[in-house]
C-alpha cells in the first residue's frame, strides 16, 4: 500500500511554526527614539567628540540604527561587582535641576537618586557605583542606601529632584520615549573626569530628552551617561509573547506525535 502523508497535519504543524515565529519577531520590534542633529550638538555630535579610536571623532556606533529597542531598555541589572555610571555630558537649560536615578521595577515611586542638579562631568560626584542586589538592597560607592527593591531589576530615571521621565515609557505622558540606550562596539571614548576608557558591549550610553519629547528639539543631548557593567533585561511583555511562541511550537510537536 502506497504512504499517503496527511496533509492536514502537515498544514496545521507549518501554521503554528509560523504563527511562533510571528510572534518571536513581533515581541521585539518596539521602536526607540528618533534622535536630531538638526541643532548640530545632538547626540551623535556628542559621542563623536568623545570618540578617540578607532576614528577619532567619528563613533563606530550610529545613534538611531543602533538603539536598543524601547521594549527591551526598560529593566536593567548590574554585574559583577557592580554597575559604574559616569556623568558625560549635560547640555540643557535645566541642567542645574534636573536629576538622575532609579527605581523599582515594581514601584516607581520606590527611587534612589544616583546625580543631583549641577553635579558636573569632571568632579568626583559625576560617578557613581552602583549595585542592586539579588534580594532588592541598593548601595551606592559601596554603602547601603538603606531603600529596598522588590528584586534586583531596576528602571532608570530623569527627574526634577523626584522622577518626571521613566526608561519605562509606559509611564511617560502618551507613552513617550525619552531615553536613548546604545552598546558599544569597542570604540575608546574619552570621558570627563574619568579619561580613555573602552565602550565595550556591557557598557552602554544613556542618553535623555528633558522635555515631553512632542514638544522638544529631539537631540537627546540633555542628560549623556556612561553606564559599565549593567544589562538590560527583557520586560514580562516579551518574554510572555515568546512563551506563546514556545506553545506554538510545542503544540507542532504534539501534532507530529
Given at each position: 500500500m502506497e504512504f499517503v502523508p496527511n496533509k492536514g497535519k502537515n498544514i496545521m504543524n507549518m501554521k503554528l511554526i509560523v504563527t511562533a515565529v510571528a510572534l518571536a519577531?513581533?515581541?521585539?520590534?518596539?521602536?526607540?527614539?528618533?534622535?536630531?542633529?538638526?541643532t548640530g550638538n545632538g547626540l551623535q555630535t556628542v559621542l563623536d567628540n568623545i570618540?578617540?579610536?578607532?576614528?577619532?571623532?567619528?563613533?563606530?556606533?550610529?545613534?538611531?540604527?543602533?538603539?536598543?529597542?524601547d521594549d527591551s531598555d526598560t529593566y536593567w541589572e548590574t554585574l559583577g561587582a557592580g554597575s559604574a555610571t559616569t556623568l558625560v555630558f549635560e547640555l540643557a537649560n535645566k541642567k542645574n535641576s534636573n536629576t538622575f536615578g532609579i527605581y523599582d521595577q515594581a514601584d516607581p515611586t520606590n527611587?534612589?537618586?544616583?546625580?543631583?542638579?549641577?553635579?558636573?562631568?569632571?568632579?568626583?560626584?559625576?560617578?557613581?557605583?552602583?549595585?542592586?542586589?539579588?534580594?532588592?538592597?541598593?548601595?551606592?560607592?559601596?554603602?547601603?542606601?538603606?531603600v529596598q527593591f522588590s528584586s534586583s531589576s531596576f528602571g532608570l530615571y530623569l527627574g526634577r529632584a523626584e522622577p518626571l521621565f521613566y526608561s519605562d515609557s509606559s509611564l511617560n505622558r502618551a507613552g513617550a520615549d525619552q531615553m536613548a540606550a546604545l552598546k558599544g562596539k569597542g570604540d575608546t571614548v574619552n570621558l570627563a573626569g574619568l579619561g580613555e576608557t573602552t565602550w565595550d558591549e556591557n557598557s552602554h550610553i544613556i542618553a535623555?530628552?528633558?522635555?515631553?519629547?512632542?514638544?522638544?528639539?529631539?537631540?537627546?543631548?540633555?542628560?549623556?551617561?556612561?553606564?559599565?557593567?549593567?544589562?538590560?533585561?527583557?520586560?514580562?511583555?516579551?518574554l510572555a509573547l515568546l512563551g506563546l511562541g514556545l506553545v506554538g511550537l510545542g503544540a507542532a510537536r504534539r501534532q507530529k506525535a
Open positions: 519577531s513581533w515581541a521585539g520590534s518596539a521602536n526607540a527614539i528618533f534622535v536630531s542633529d538638526a570618540t578617540v579610536g578607532p576614528v577619532a571623532g567619528d563613533s563606530s556606533v550610529d545613534v538611531n540604527a543602533d538603539q536598543i529597542s527611587y534612589v537618586q544616583l546625580f543631583a542638579g549641577g553635579d558636573s562631568p569632571d568632579t568626583p560626584e559625576a560617578q557613581r557605583l552602583l549595585s542592586v542586589a539579588g534580594d532588592g538592597t541598593v548601595s551606592i560607592d559601596g554603602f547601603d542606601t538603606g535623555w530628552e528633558d522635555l515631553a519629547y512632542d514638544r522638544s528639539d529631539r537631540d537627546v543631548n540633555d542628560l549623556v551617561l556612561f553606564v559599565s557593567s549593567i544589562t538590560n533585561v527583557p520586560e514580562p511583555g516579551t
